[in-house]
Nanobody, 118 residues
Framework: VQLQASGGGLVQAGGSLRLSCAAT????????LAWFRQAPGKERVVVAT????????STVDSVKGRFTVSRDNAKNTVYLQMNSLKPEDTGVYYC????????????WGRGTLVTVSS
């Protein structure tokens, strides 16, 4: 699966952005997907995960109630709706795919930068 994230940008605190990640490859619809975030000077961490059937399996506590992950298998796209953004949400956001029967996310897209100003 090849992935390409988009939708990042500069936004004021309290604003919203929707990230998209378009995919190519026949295993997209059967792959679990995830959004990761890497803040400046920090390690990359998972933000939200979603199964191949669209079940949200995890969301990091710091974004619960503000971020929503979803997918459209017909469009080979996964989304991350981000509301009530905070400066600490700043970072590079990556989408990743975990193929069926695999344990790790091996397919990664190039990140998209989100900057939240205070």
């Amino acid at each position: 699966v090849q992935l390409q994230a988009s939708g990042g940008g500069l936004v004021q605190a309290g604003g919203s952005l929707r990230l998209s990640c378009a995919a190519t490859g026949r295993t997209f619809s059967s792959s679990a997907l995830a959004w990761f975030r890497q803040a400046p000077g920090k390690e990359r961490v998972v933000v939200a995960t979603i199964t191949s059937h669209g079940l949200v399996t995890s969301t990091v506590d710091s974004v619960k109630g503000r971020f929503t992950v979803s997918r459209d298998n017909a469009k080979n796209t996964v989304y991350l709706q981000m509301n009530s953004l905070k400066p600490e949400d700043t970072g590079v956001y990556y989408c990743a795919a975990r193929r069926p029967l695999e344990q790790e996310y091996r397919d990664w897209g190039r990140g998209t930068l989100v900057t939240v100003s205070s």
